[in-house]
């Protein structure tokens, strides 16, 4: 099992940024896929960003190419999701998640990831 914890939320105005952070205990981070998904009230979980074990490379979503960059920080066994230009729309609690044992879900689905941290608010004025 891999414990998460985000951190880095909080309230930002609209056109700003914010980086998230997902610190791992447990494991070693680099080893897994890790996504980004957010949760707005009464929404889905939506898919945000990944990056994938091994060499690392990454994939998002058309809605969050260009504002969202997702990263690891092997050094601190940390995934970070930088986010800028928000929008209120983009309120909503933000969680990171891990692929441990690899299973066939697509990378976008939350069935794929078997931890999951308590979550980051962030909040969007306008």
């Known amino acids: 099992q891999v414990q998460l914890v985000e951190s880095g939320g909080g309230l930002v105005q609209a056109g700003g940024s914010l980086r998230l952070s997902c610190a791992a205990s447990g494991r070693t981070f680099s080893l897994y896929d890790v996504a980004w998904f957010r949760q707005a009230p009464g929404k889905e979980r939506e898919f945000l960003a990944a990056?994938?074990?091994?060499?690392?490379?990454?994939f998002y979503p058309d809605s969050a190419k260009g504002r969202f960059t997702i990263s690891r920080d092997n050094a601190k066994n940390t995934v970070n999701l930088q986010m800028n230009s928000l929008e209120p729309e983009d309120t909503a609690v933000y969680y990171c998640a891990v692929d441990i044992s690899g299973t066939y879900y697509p990378i976008t689905n939350v069935a794929r990831y078997e931890s999951w941290g308590q979550g980051t608010q962030v909040t969007v004025s306008s």
């Open positions: 990056i994938f074990r091994g060499g690392g490379s990454k």
